[in-house]
């Protein structure tokens, strides 16, 4: 979970990472030792440790009118009483059946063992008792509750229970860019927010240098743009590599 939220009065926006952190016995040596040059998706250490209800717990009491109760009921309505599956859920069930289809956490995508259509009803009655639980009582009924413990179960031990109980949300201050004269806010890393102003500027220079492929037209500000991506992306990898110990031993965010 990242929130950028302003209120009235403010001088300028606050920034919420609750994206959460990854396991603390998760071990890049261990990984590259393993031969694995990258995290393989289907690996524990691709897991991060969840932060959206430690998130939203923090957005409440820091800024909320509501309740968590109040704020999570009309998704608990949903989960109870069903809703539409749409295109995007349709396509990514069905094209991850391999994988998830005997999975009992997404059954209900897989009813009869195939997936879902575009269309569908599903319920998910296990989520909306999930989502009631934390409503009344909290982060500790997710963290520290059933779905923690089975989380903790599922990574092997790479995510400890300690990890759970630890808050997982930081305020932080947000970044700021000017585009086309006005101000951006964007979210500092880990998020991919800040991936954004340096994109827009290079189409407002009125006349850039010619590039040798494309002399003429837009071609130059597509360069221009394609390469204050490119560096805001060496940028962001720079920073995703330096480990965060958040008071709690050394593990960084995804």
Do not use: K
């Not at 599903?122 to 520290?144: K, M, P, Q, W």
């Not at 585009?179 to 806010?185: C, K, P």
Request: charged share 20%; net charge negative; hydrophobic share 35%.
């Amino acid at each position: 979970l990242f929130a950028l939220v302003h209120a009235p009065g403010w001088a300028e926006p606050r920034a919420l990472n609750s994206s959460g952190r990854a396991g603390s016995r998760v071990s890049a040596d261990a990984l590259r030792a393993s031969g694995a040059g990258s995290i393989p998706g289907d690996h524990p250490a691709a897991v991060t440790i969840p932060g959206c209800v430690d998130g939203m717990e923090a957005l409440i009491a820091e800024l909320g009118r509501l309740t968590l109760a109040e704020v999570l009921g009309p998704a608990i309505d949903l989960a109870r009483t069903g809703f539409d599956v749409s295109a995007e859920q349709a396509r990514a069930f069905s094209r991850q059946a391999d994988v998830y289809s005997a999975n009992p956490a997404v059954a209900s995508f897989y009813p009869d063992g195939e997936p879902v259509s575009r269309g569908e009803t599903v319920a998910r009655g296990d989520l909306a008792r999930t989502l009631t639980e934390v409503g009344a009582h909290g982060r500790s009924a997710f963290y520290e509750g059933q779905p923690g413990s089975d989380i903790v179960e599922a990574l092997g031990g790479a995510g400890p229970v300690d990890d759970f109980e630890a808050h997982q949300t930081e305020w932080n201050e947000p970044l700021l860019g000017y585009v086309a004269r006005l101000i951006a806010w964007p979210l500092p890393p880990n998020s991919h927010g800040y991936l954004g102003p340096p994109r827009p500027p290079a189409f407002e220079v009125p006349d850039p240098p010619a590039h040798p492929d494309h002399p003429q037209g837009e071609g130059p500000h597509l360069v221009a743009a394609a390469e204050g991506e490119r560096s805001a992306r060496r940028a962001r990898a720079a920073e995703l590599e330096q480990e965060d110990d958040g008071g709690r031993g050394q593990h960084g965010r995804r």
